[in-house]
């Protein structure tokens, strides 16, 4: 089967980095995407990574590695407005995304 | 309007009444999308359409039907309704028919609660 895995839950202090883990196993890869959702919101598009490697926008930076099956979304210089939900996606051989349940990023002053 | 309308933003539903979900772009995107999100669940596709006039399943499609009849609306029905069809309903659509490498764009959302 396809899955993807996120921790359920991460809680952070303001102004600080955290990292939030995206591990998968689908059946064929053409890119992993990750979305922000507010609570009662619509989500939104952050990144997309197909090749290994870092890619950086600002203070929002994301991670892949194919061979592990393994992406990351690091959040520099947090602010309380990135309390939010986290959501990886993979789009699998029929490019069709498959969704993680989401992280839900707690910041504290 | 602009990007992704939904109509209506929340509905209280009887078991077995007919309902339909309204969604609206005005982008011009080729495709289009239906997912519902469940509390501790990922976002799970239920149909999806690639261009006007197709439409094709996702990955939970018992019990809703949709149609493509011109690019900017795609509606969800949802025949007889059941509990279990309750939830947050949410409407995407990207630029062209391959999902796998367009971003997403999603409307605000329809919370849906059958009794």
């Known amino acids: 089967g396809q899955n993807i895995d996120q921790p359920t839950e991460m809680t952070a202090t303001e102004g600080a980095i955290v990292q939030i883990n995206c591990t998968y196993q689908?059946?064929?890869?053409?890119?992993l995407f990750w979305y922000q959702q507010h609570a009662g919101e619509a989500p939104t598009f952050l990144s997309y990574?197909?090749l290994d490697g870092l890619e950086e926008k600002g203070r929002f930076s994301s991670f892949l590695s194919r061979s592990k099956g393994y992406s990351y979304l690091l959040l520099k210089e947090l602010q309380m407005k990135d309390s939010a939900s986290y959501l990886c996606?993979?789009?699998?051989?029929?490019?069709?995304?498959?969704w993680g349940a989401g992280t839900k990023l707690i910041i504290k002053p | 309007i602009a990007g992704i309308t939904q109509a209506p933003t929340s509905q209280i539903l009887a078991a077995g009444r007919r309902m339909t979900l309204r969604c609206t772009q005005d982008?011009?995107?080729?495709?289009m999308y239906w997912y519902r999100q469940d509390l501790g669940l990922g976002l799970r596709l239920i149909h999806y359409?690639?261009?006007?006039?197709?439409?094709g399943k996702g990955e939970v499609p018992d019990g809703y039907s949709v149609s493509r009849a011109n690019t900017d609306d795609f509606p969800l029905t949802l025949a007889s309704a059941v509990p279990s069809q309750t939830s947050v309903y949410f409407c995407?659509?990207?630029?062209?028919?391959?999902?796998?490498?367009?971003?997403?764009?999603f409307g605000p959302g329809t919370r849906l609660t059958v009794l």
């Open positions: 995407a659509s990207s630029p062209t028919g391959t999902s796998g490498t367009d971003t997403q764009y």
């Open positions: 982008m011009r995107h080729n495709a």
């Open positions: 359409s690639n261009t006007a006039g197709t439409t």
């Open positions: 689908t059946s064929g890869f053409n890119g």
């Open positions: 990574n197909v």
């Open positions: 996606a993979v789009s699998d051989s029929n490019y069709q995304l498959i």
